[in-house]
């Protein structure tokens, strides 16, 4: 039915696109005088925005619709590990994107 390795081959394959992401903007700065943004910006902006809201959507996918919790085939034991997994994972995400945001727009949050 679903494969268990797909979920974090995306995450890692998303993860070093957004490293890689970050250092091909690390010099870029957004303009003072208001004219149009780097293309790596903007990227970066997009980059940022789907880690804010993708992960937690899957959270809930994972949640109501793969996982069913109450299903009469999961375990009380098994439902406790999968939330465990799924904090744990939450944990991360906003390590991800908390970093993402810095090392993305951290010259412009300095002021």
């Given amino acids: 039915m679903w494969d268990p ?8 394959c998303a993860i070093v696109y957004s490293l890689v992401l970050a250092y ?5 700065s957004l303009p003072k005088d208001g004219s149009s943004w780097p293309r790596v910006k903007k990227k970066q902006v997009v980059v940022l925005v ?3 809201l993708v992960p937690p ?3 809930c996918i994972e949640y109501f619709l793969i996982f069913k919790p109450g299903a009469a085939s999961h375990n009380p034991a098994e ?3 999968f939330k465990y997994g799924q904090d744990v994972s939450s944990r991360a995400w906003v390590a991800i994107a ?5 090392l993305y727009f951290g010259k412009e949050m300095r002021g």
Avoid: D, R
């Fill in 57 to 59: 959507l899957w959270f």
């Fill in 98 to 102: 908390s970093t993402l945001l810095v």
């Fill in 79 to 81: 439902f406790e590990l």
């Fill in 5 to 12: 390795w797909i979920a974090p081959i995306v995450a890692v």
């Fill in 50 to 52: 789907g880690w804010m």
């Fill in 24 to 28: 091909q903007g690390w010099g870029a």
